[in-house]
């Protein structure tokens, strides 16, 4: 069974992506509020873990690629390394581009989420570098698939979903969000184009979210402003 998925994420208050684009704080908020937020309100959710995109995973994968063998039998069937009781961070990487050089992201155990199109070679590395991993189908967007080996292989129950947009779109095309837990930061972008929280790559007529209705089951206004709302997905009346 797939874990509960948790949308976990901050934005400005025109619901924008990049943190370094928004105004400052206020005068006499100390910087930096909104990224201690949102690391105190993650333990708040008592998830196993967070999962994020390629591009959002990159700052933790400054590893290299390192040249290790295996056969194709045993590489291409879920690998379970040694977790030792770690929290666990999911990378969501369909063509294996992140080299990690080591089984953690900031202390907590790497799960890569990958196709089968990745190769021998890259799979080897990932097992080398004790990391663990799972696949998504043959191009790695079988996301569904994927969640369920994360809760049967894994046995993880609650994850954290942290973006980045495009991911949070896949994730809310496919209808695996159960419920969203997003912090307001009292700041603007302004600026067309930029992306949003959610950015599903569709066509214009492409309604990710359909079906779909928010309940809302919780605000908190925290220390500098910012305001943390909860909200579960349900089907549409
Ligand atoms: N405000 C927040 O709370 C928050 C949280 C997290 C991140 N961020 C910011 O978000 C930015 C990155 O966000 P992002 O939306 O550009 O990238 P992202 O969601 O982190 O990663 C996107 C990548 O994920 C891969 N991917 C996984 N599944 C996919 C699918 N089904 N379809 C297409 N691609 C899939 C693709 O990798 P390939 O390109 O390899 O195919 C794609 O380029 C960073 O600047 C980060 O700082 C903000």
Redesign the pocket.
């Known amino acids: 069974m797939r874990p509960k998925i948790i949308c976990h994420?901050?934005?400005s208050i025109d619901g924008r992506?990049?943190?370094d684009r928004w105004t400052p704080p206020a005068a006499g908020i100390a910087r930096g509020w909104q990224h201690r937020h949102?690391e105190a309100v993650a333990a708040r959710l008592d998830a196993d873990g967070w999962m994020?995109?390629?591009?959002?995973?990159q700052e933790f994968a400054k590893g290299i690629a390192r040249t290790a063998t295996g056969t194709s039998d045993t590489l291409r069937a879920t690998h379970v390394a040694d977790r030792r009781g770690r929290a666990v961070a999911v990378a969501?990487?369909?063509?294996g581009?992140l080299h990690y050089s080591q089984d953690n992201a900031g202390g907590d155990h790497i799960i890569a989420i990958v196709g089968q199109q990745v190769s021998d070679a890259y799979l080897a590395e990932l097992r080398a570098d004790g990391v663990s991993y799972l696949f998504a189908g043959e191009d790695?967007?079988d996301?569904r698939e994927a969640m369920d080996v994360l809760g049967d292989a894994f046995g993880i129950e609650t994850i954290l979903l942290?973006?980045?947009?495009?991911?949070?779109g896949?994730f809310l095309k496919a209808g695996l969000i159960d419920e969203i837990s997003l912090l307001v930061y009292p700041g603007i972008d302004g600026l067309a184009g930029v992306?949003s929280?959610f950015?599903f790559?569709g066509a214009v007529d492409d309604h990710p979210a359909a079906g779909k209705a928010l309940r809302h089951f919780g605000t908190e206004t925290l220390e500098g402003g910012v305001v943390w709302l909860r909200y579960k997905l349900e089907a549409a009346a």
């Open positions: 994420m901050v934005s992506l990049l943190p949102y994020v995109g390629r591009k959002s995973m969501i990487d369909p063509h581009r790695g967007t996301l942290e973006g980045g947009g495009i991911t949070n896949t992306p929280i950015e790559l």
